[in-house]
Structure formats: structure tokens, C-alpha cells
């Protein structure tokens, strides 16, 4: 992986190496099928067999610090597009070369345009001596994040403090900061003495509005209905209609008190709003529909399941097409890669070596070079870049670039946003990829580096404590960095994501496991307990306390279903919540369906 790449160094004097040229021909017309053949990612071999073969030795015996067998090799180079990256190794070896100012400043002079010139550039700056030349900067641009555009948090899930933003006096802002941690903490009654006594006749009314609607969150979470409505009714006048997330919170806490007429009103508010997200908007008239067949309006009801169908990327809009019996868009299919997209890429220095790269299966640091040539290509190539992240098996990048490219111009390009990359843990699937992938989805973005201020790590994000439970001795000693190795962390995912399964108090329900993954089964159990649900899915997703869990199990599901769909597979959970009923998970993968049925029953 990309730590064993960087392990490395080399022992030809710098400067000869240094001085090498640089091999930069092109692939020449029509010789496109033929660089293809052989290449397992349907991307061309750009470098010749004996450089690649070459390449790998080097690689391998500069992780070993065999530095004069090394230089042997590089001498037989005949393409050298990647000294650069030789180079790199050489200089930011970690114990056994320390490298001088010139080299560090002669690189920087070459090689600006790395992904890894701001390290360079960074240790040259230290070791400049006074009076010395200063060492040329990196070159400027990359694309940097992980998963979709934005927040991907619905705004009637994400409790923000909208209030704050709209306050300038501090002391008003630190006064509607605590009403917020007291809604959410579970004192919202607390949080309401607070505005009625410190606030009222003190900020504009919007602000004002905004906060109640927290306070009628906070009471509604509490199993507080009454409380809820009144506040939430009241933010909802207050802000001019304009505060949906009260008018959610409205419509929740009228449906649990049984006033149908009055949570339809505010649930087709929420759905109304054009600036509100397709997802908030999808939620607000499916539930809308649901009222609307409490009291057996079913023209009523089909239109406004009709209205959330037309946000098919969405939880609800999901189950809006599947009660109404529409298939959902599903065009899989590629962008297109043609013989003068690789021309474009072979033309930019970094193209080439993320081709060379790939070649190699370095694919991480193939990625790094995608990331700092995407923010200088031409905008109708992004597209290309996709296609070549998509092939490469950079899952975490090709969904990042289908989100850029969905915001952008609106196509969806869904083999990009839900990428299926060729990973499988050493002993093989015990869960459906489907599953697996919904939840790396969310969780890291396929980003194998990812983590959390709480210490998870990896593409599961796994915590120390759960990988240890999951883990023999011999496979994890504790050691987070550990979970940062792709292989150890699905091993160790997959098998807590089948330990979950089988217990016997989840009772393989979806989305009780989901919600058990994010947020432990303890804290599941003691909201089963405690919420208010009516024995009603939805209902309960809507009612847990903690609003992360409320966005992931509705997010991790939603990629379920869309995974299920991208794999030709039925999706037996969608048509359970559709019906009203509550989603089993089924195996349908051949390879973990023996694993799962077994946990299952040594669970019960």
C-alpha cells in the first residue's frame, strides 16, 4: 500500500539520478487496443513491460533499503516519468536517508507539480541554510474531501443552531447556544425558561422561532407531544412558515396525538418548500401520504406518495416509487473513455504517471496524482477522470468526483456515487456487499484512511474496543493505525456487522442493525424502551434521540436498497417498509448467505 511505496530510499548519488531525462512520448494513434491488452482495469499499459517490471523491483528493493541493488535498476530504465516519485522515496525515507537542502530544492525545482511537493517544500524549509536560495514552492491545486457535496445532512434531521447564525450579540448567542444543548440533552423545559426569561423582547423574531423549534424537538424527543406541538406550532407562526424543521417536528407530534388533519398541514408545508432539500422534501409528503390514507383518502394519498416519488435518490422517495409500483432510474453504465480522453491524459505529466502508477497497482498514490491534476483539467475531461477512478478500483475518489459532477451539471452518474470496488476480505464476504458497501458509504466515504474525533478508524470506522472483540490476537493487538489496512478493517467490520445480525434481541430486523452499528445495541435497547414508536417503523426511525443515528439508518438503508438495485438483486426489505411492515434483512449473496443463516441460528 501507499506506506510501503513511501518506505523507501535509494543510494545513486542525487544529482545523478537528478539529472536523468524524462521520458514523456504518448501513446501514438490507434495504438489504444493494443496498450489495453493484458490490463485487468481496461486502462492502457503506458509504460513498457520491461519498465513496469522494472519499476516494482525498484520500488520493492527501496522498501528493503537496498539501495546500490536498487540504483542498478533504475540505470536500465528506459521511461523514467516516475523518477519523481523514485526520487520522493529517496529523500523522505524515515530512517535511513536524510537528505540535504539541494537535493530537497533541486527536487522541488523538477517534481512541483507531485501531489507530494508540499512535504518536500515543507522539510526544505527547515533545512535551508541561512543565506541559501529559497526552494520554489508547490505547485498550487488539489481536490481534497471525501463523499458527496455538502453536509448529507437533511435539514429535518440536522438540529442545527440556525439561531446563532442570525445573532450578533454574544451574549444572546451563548444563551441560545445552551437552549440548544438543553433541548438535546433532554431538558427541553429548561431550554423554554431560558427563551421566555433571557431572550424574549432581546433578538429579532426569527431567531426566536428558530430556537422554540429546537425546545419543540427537545419535547417531542422527551415523549412530550403536547409540549411539542404547542412550541412547534408556535416557531412555526413565529418564523412566518419558514422554519420547516419545526413544522416537521408539528407534524410528528400531532401524528403521535392522533390530530391526523393537523400533521398533514405540516407535513405538506414541509413538502412544499422549494428550499428545502429533495430529501427533507420527499420525507415531508410520504408522511403527508400517510395521513392522508389514516383517514382513507387514497387519491389524497397517491399524490402526495406521487410528489416524494419524484426524489427517487432519497429514502423516502424510494419507498414512494416502490408503493406506487414505479421502477426507479437506474443507469449504471460509465462515462464515456475514448482513445482521445487517454490522449488528454497522457498529454498532462500527471495524467501519465497516474496511468503508470495504476500500471502498477500503486493505485493510492495513482489517486494522489488524479487529485492534483483534477483541479487543472478541462472541465468536459472531468468525466474521463471519473471513468479512470472508476476502473482503478478509487472508489473514494470516483464518488467524490460524481458528487462534484452531479452539483456541477447535474447528471447523476450513479456507478460513481455508488461505487463498487474489487475489495474482498482474506477469508471472503460473511455479509452481502450490498450491506457492506451502504455502510462504508456513509460511514467513510471509501476513504481507507478515514477518522473520527472519537477515535473510529478505517473504512468501517471501527473502534479499538469493537475491533478487539472481533479480533484473535493474532489478527489485531490494539493498535489503532492498525484499522487503517483495508484488508484487517473489513475482516473485522463485516464480522461485527454479522455479530449484530445475529442477535437474538435484534431479530435480524434492518433497521435495528443498522442502528445498532452506529450507535452500539445498548443504547438501541434502551430506546426501544423509551421512545414512543407505536411499533411503527417509520415512526421509530423519526423518534430516535439521537439525530446522527436517525440520518445514518435512513442513509445506510437508502444505499441498501440502491446497492441491491445496482447488483440485480431484489430488495425484499423495500417492499417490508413500503407495506408498513418491519425489514428483515435476507442474504442474497450466494458466498455469505451460509455465513449469515448459521450466525442467525447459533445467535437464537
Known amino acids: 500500500m501507499l506506506a510501503a511505496v513511501f518506505a523507501v530510499g535509494l543510494s545513486m548519488p542525487a544529482k545523478a539520478l537528478d539529472g ?19 490490463q485487468a482495469s481496461g486502462l492502457p499499459a503506458v509504460l513498457r513491460p520491461s519498465d513496469a517490471q522494472l519499476y516494482k523491483r525498484i520500488f520493492s528493493l527501496q522498501t528493503l533499503g537496498r539501495w546500490e541493488a536498487a540504483d542498478r535498476e533504475i540505470a536500465k530504465l528506459g521511461d523514467r516519468s516516475l523518477m519523481g516519485h523514485v526520487l520522493y522515496q529517496r529523500y523522505m525515507h524515515p530512517t535511513a536517508y536524510r537528505s540535504s537542502y539541494e537535493e530537497l530544492r533541486s527536487w522541488l525545482e523538477k517534481y512541483a507539480d507531485h501531489p507530494e511537493a508540499s512535504r518536500v517544500h515543507s ?58 444543548a438543553l433541548s438535546r440533552d433532554g431538558s427541553p423545559s429548561a431550554a423554554l425558561k431560558l427563551l421566555e426569561g433571557r431572550l424574549k423582547g432581546q433578538i429579532d423574531t426569527l431567531p426566536l422561532a428558530l430556537a422554540r ?3 419543540a424537538a ?77 383517514l382513507r383518502r387514497p387519491a389524497e394519498a397517491t399524490r402526495w406518495l406521487a410528489r416524494a416519488a419524484t426524489f427517487p435518490a432519497s429514502f423516502y422517495g424510494l419507498l414512494a ?39 502498477l ?90 477518522q473520527s474525533g472519537s477515535g473510529a478508524r478505517g473504512l468501517m470506522q471501527l473502534m479499538p474496543s469493537t475491533a478487539r472483540l472481533m479480533a484473535t490476537d493474532e489478527e489485531y493487538a490494539g493498535d489503532r493505525s492498525e484499522l487503517f489496512d483495508p484488508d484487517l478493517n473489513l475482516t473485522l467490520g463485516q464480522r461485527y456487522l454479522q455479530h449484530l ?28 424502551k423509551q421512545v414512543d414508536y407505536r411499533d411503527d417503523p417509520l415512526l421509530f426511525i423519526e423518534s430516535i434521540p439521537s439525530r446522527e443515528t436517525r440520518n445514518f439508518v435512513e442513509r445506510v438503508v437508502a444505499n441498501f436498497w440502491t446497492y441491491r438495485m445496482r447488483m ?33 441460528s447459533v445467535g437464537r
Open 123 to 180: 522539510l526544505a524549509l527547515k533545512r535551508k541554510p541561512a543565506g541559501a536560495k529559497a526552494p520554489p514552492g508547490p505547485v498550487q491545486g488539489y481536490l481534497y474531501g471525501n463523499g458527496t457535496e455538502g453536509s448529507g445532512m437533511p435539514e429535518r434531521i440536522s438540529i442545527r443552531n440556525r439561531a446563532g447564525k442570525l445573532v450578533r450579540d454574544a451574549g444572546a448567542d451563548q444563551v441560545l447556544r445552551q437552549i440548544t
Open 568 to 600: 440485480g438483486q431484489p430488495s425484499p426489505s423495500l417492499d417490508q417498509v413500503a407495506a408498513g411492515q418491519w425489514p428483515k434483512y435476507e442474504s442474497l449473496d450466494e458466498q455469505a448467505r451460509a455465513a449469515v443463516a448459521q450466525t442467525i
Open 218 to 294: 427537545g419535547y417531542y424527543l422527551a415523549n412530550r407531544d403536547d409540549l411539542a406541538l404547542e412550541q412547534a406550532a408556535l416557531a412555526v407562526r413565529q418564523s412566518g412558515d419558514s422554519d420547516k424543521m419545526a413544522a416537521w417536528v408539528a407534524g410528528l407530534a400531532a401524528w403521535r396525538l392522533g390530530k391526523f388533519d393537523t400533521a398533514g398541514r405540516y407535513f405538506e408545508l414541509v413538502a412544499l418548500d422549494d428550499d428545502v432539500s429533495g430529501w427533507t422534501a420527499a420525507a415531508g409528503a410520504y408522511w403527508a401520504s400517510r395521513v392522508h390514507l389514516k
Open 361 to 450: 497497482e500503486m493505485v493510492e498514490l495513482a489517486e494522489m496524482e488524479l487529485r492534483k491534476l483534477y483541479p487543472r483539467i478541462e472541465p468536459e475531461r472531468a468525466t474521463a477522470v471519473l471513468a479512470v477512478a472508476n476502473r482503478a478500483n478509487m472508489a473514494g475518489l470516483a464518488l467524490r468526483l460524481a458528487s462534484r459532477l452531479q452539483v456541477a451539471t447535474g447528471e447523476r452518474y450513479k456507478v460513481g456515487l455508488f461505487p463498487m470496488p474489487q475489495w474482498e476480505p482474506p477469508g471472503g464476504f460473511i455479509v452481502d456487499k450490498a450491506l457492506l458497501f451502504s455502510i462504508i458509504r456513509q460511514e467513510s466515504a471509501f476513504d481507507v484512511r478515514a
Open 20 to 38: 536523468l531525462p524524462i521520458e514523456t512520448a504518448l501513446l501514438s494513434p490507434g495504438t489504444l487496443e493494443k496498450a489495453l491488452e493484458g
Open 501 to 528: 445480525i445475529g442477535l437474538e434481541q435484534l431479530e435480524g430486523n434492518l433497521f435495528w442493525v443498522v442502528a445498532s452499528y452506529n450507535a452500539g445495541p445498548g443504547n438501541l435497547g434502551r430506546w426501544l
Open 321 to 359: 416509487r416502490r408503493a406506487l409500483g414505479v421502477e426507479t432510474p437506474a443507469n449504471w453504465s460509465e462515462p464515456a473513455l475514448g482513445e482521445a480522453d487517454f490522449r488528454y491524459l497522457m498529454e498532462q505529466p500527471g495524467g501519465k504517471r497516474s496511468l503508470a502508477l495504476i500500471q
Open 213 to 215: 423549534g429546537e425546545i
